[in-house]
């Protein structure tokens, strides 16, 4: 949404949708980097969840959980920027 608002090209992945607001500023480009790695993670939990192993999805959680808490607290500091809260 926030790519959009700003009247940004529309993009085709998750992935490419990370990259992008690390372009734009929102996000640390090294940090978009990260979550564009975890799109493809989020890409085979979704088409080959019947093949996939628990054990990776427990070690992802374990290890980059904090990391969707981080893009969370951008995505807030980014809107309040916005809105001048």
Same mark, same amino acid.
């Given at each position: 949404?926030?790519?959009?608002?700003?009247? %940004? $090209?529309?993009? $085709? !992945?998750?992935?490419? %949708?990370?990259?992008?607001?690390?372009?734009?500023?929102?996000?640390?480009?090294?940090?978009? !980097?990260?979550? %564009? #790695?975890? %799109?493809?993670?989020? @890409?085979?939990?979704?088409? #080959?969840?019947?093949?996939?192993?628990? @054990?990776?999805?427990?070690?992802?959680?374990? !290890?980059?959980? $904090?990391?969707? $808490? #981080?893009?969370?607290?951008?995505?807030?500091?980014?809107?309040?920027?916005?809105?001048?809260?």
């Amino acid at each position: 949404m926030i790519i959009s608002e700003e009247g %940004a $090209e529309m993009l $085709e !992945t998750y992935r490419e %949708a990370f990259l992008r607001l690390g372009e734009m500023g929102v996000i640390p480009r090294d940090f978009s !980097t990260r979550l %564009a #790695q975890m %799109a493809g993670f989020r @890409n085979i939990l979704v088409r #080959q969840y019947s093949e996939f192993d628990l @054990n990776k999805l427990l070690d992802f959680l374990k !290890t980059k959980l $904090e990391d969707l $808490e #981080q893009f969370s607290d951008y995505i807030k500091e980014y809107l309040r920027s916005k809105t001048g809260d």
